[in-house]
């Protein structure tokens, strides 16, 4: 054995692949590991808490009042009802949407004609049964149409997997009528008592009907306006204090202009709500991505365009079809995205529905493996149950008290709004000190992507196919949008020649021995360094193979906390809970440890949930006087819980 010592010279110049080689081969691997090392960067940050402070806010548990799901089908299913369940107990959240309750497979919900329907509510009682003994209150998402109310028995227009028909009634008089016996029924099984807490949202996204010009107060100038008005006529004739509200846009789009149209059109609401993904809004604008608050920001300007009525995010998360930002709620990333979030829109919304609590989920059709696609990668939860990092944020949310604590930094003035840069430090106190919490997130709105394909070298010819691979995720088109091809060879050309705002990086495309043949599907780049095993797939790259991402320091930052906390009870014991790459990263495991199996056994699926648990350990505090200082480290896209017993 060969003893050698290095100098600092010789380890920045081993940074340098020639010098590296040239060096003893025994002290390789140690100088990758510090190469490696080298490119996370560590930065400093001091942060004062006082738990005593007189200078208190309330701090409104919004985040619990709904989480989305699917659509109203998937909820008979028993694991579903199961999860929503133990998702209620242990995370604290209290509401749950989704769309199509009276959609066809929900019954059908009508029968007969539109001048003489028949209803039945059955499959309705059922669903609405499991969510009520889960102790949950339902945000009651009031669509799609019923085919004998659109009168369109062989000219239906469809959305998504399931048929949702997203058109208007061909008798807006009917929908009243619909909307008014659904009502009274939840209210003769449920008592009026029990579905005054319930809220009911009119239609979503205006699927099929426009919002068109709400102003004049015509049916024929604004078809959801005429909606909303005959939903309104149908719940408030049964009582005044049931809630309802819309309009449910995508985008934060129309806020303003619905609530101007409720004038015009004499009518109320008891709310406004709206949906925004970063990946809809911030990555379409000019350097957006590098925007921290680009996506609460324009919740935040929504909710004061909603002037005197309660601003509900019916539907969020950190990235819905994952264009520039990735499979975000696989990631610790979707737990520092959720703590900045609530953060920032304290005070300015009264929900935040993260879109979706599980992966039984079918917009698409159901995931085809444990982790997605359109299933791990948009919701908090896998099909079995494997809870992701948003999942145990939200549960080290869930015992958050009830008023926040101002935070200063480096020696600054205190201030409740605990951010500076990625940092957000935010500290809760219940009803006394001793059950106090403080949460930090190490935020940045987006990874660093290679985008440097080397496309002037074909590679669409058959040997250099990835046979029997998939990239899940990332797809450039909407599924209206999706194509066939007749072979690989000219799937693998349409990638060459796509040339919008995002170009295409790989695709994938189905073969003749699985289901839907044919498909060609052309993916952005976040996915080219994630393929999986897929049977009857074939894969490949528009060009040469792309090399691993290079590091970058701008993303790759661990924030190093000196907190000082005063006002702790006396005999405090600290506990660190942590999200991070290595701590609640089932995602990890499936993939370096499972091979990314498609679905895994009963043995795999317990390996899987203790991956997913977050590292926990007591802290040690050092006493400055009356300061506790503890130090803590916050890994990029990180999030860190101390809580104070």
Partial sequence: ????????????????????????KNIIV??????????AAVVS??????????????????????????????GLRGDWQTQLAALHNNTGVYGVRFHGSFDDDMGPVVTGSIENPVYNFTLL?????????????????????????????????YTMHYKGIAMPPAKFEAWEALVHEFVSHLVSRYTLAKVETWRFEVWNEMWGIPFGNGSTGSPSDSPYMALYNASYHGIK???????????????????????????????????????????????SEQNAKDDLDCFTNAIINASKQAGKYPFLMTEYNCGWKNDQIHDGESHAYAASFFLHSVNDLRGHVQALSWWTFSSIFEEGGLPTNEFGP????????????????????????????????????????????????????????????????????????????????????????ESAFLKGHDFPGGDLLPESQKFRTENASACCEACKN??????????????????????????????INHKVTSPGMIAGYPGKAPPPPSPNPTYNTTISVKLQVSGLSEGATVLKHTINSTCANPKDTWVNKMDSVTWPSEEQLKELMTASAVCTEKVDVSLQGEMTEISVDV???????????
């Fill in 237 to 283: 004739s049964i009582s005044q204090s049931l809630k309802i509200g819309g309009p449910a846009t995508e985008e934060v789009q129309h806020v303003a202009d619905f609530v101007q149209a409720l004038q015009a059109w004499n009518l109320d609401a008891d709310f406004v709500s709206s949906h925004l993904y970063p990946t809809d809004y911030c990555n």
């Fill in 374 to 461: 359109f299933g791990a990668n948009s919701a908090m939860q896998t099909l079995h149950g494997i809870p992701l990092p948003i999942y145990r944020a939200y549960e080290l949310m869930k015992n958050a008290g009830n008023k926040s604590v101002p935070v200063a930094f480096d020696g600054g003035a205190p201030s409740i709004l605990g951010e500076k840069g990625p940092l957000t430090v935010l500290a809760t106190v219940g009803d006394t000190t001793a059950s106090a919490n403080i949460y930090l997130s190490n935020f940045l709105p987006d990874f660093p992507h290679n985008n440097n394909l080397d496309v002037t070298e074909s590679s669409c010819n």
């Fill in 125 to 157: 009682d059922k669903l609405y049964d499991g969510i009520v003994a889960a102790g949950v209150t339902p945000i009651v998402e009031l669509s799609f149409m019923p085919q004998v109310l659109a009168n369109c028995s062989t000219h239906c227009h």
């Fill in 498 to 527: 796509f040339k919008p705002v995002f170009f295409c990086a790989a695709w994938s495309w189905k073969g003749n021995n699985t289901n839907d043949p044919h498909r060609c599907y052309l993916k952005k780049s976040n996915v």
């Fill in 45 to 74: 940050q001091q942060v004062s808490v006082d738990l005593s402070s007189q200078q208190l806010q309330p701090f409104l548990h919004f985040w619990k009042a709904s989480v989305g799901s699917g659509h109203a089908h998937l």
């Fill in 30 to 39: 140690l100088l990758l590991i510090i190469c490696s090392a080298s490119h």
């Fill in 1 to 24: 054995t060969t003893t050698t010592t290095i100098s600092y010279a010789n380890i920045t110049s081993a940074c340098n692949l020639t010098a590296m080689f040239s060096l003893n």
């Fill in 635 to 645: 890994e990029a896209y990180g999030m860190v819980s101390l809580e104070f017993k």
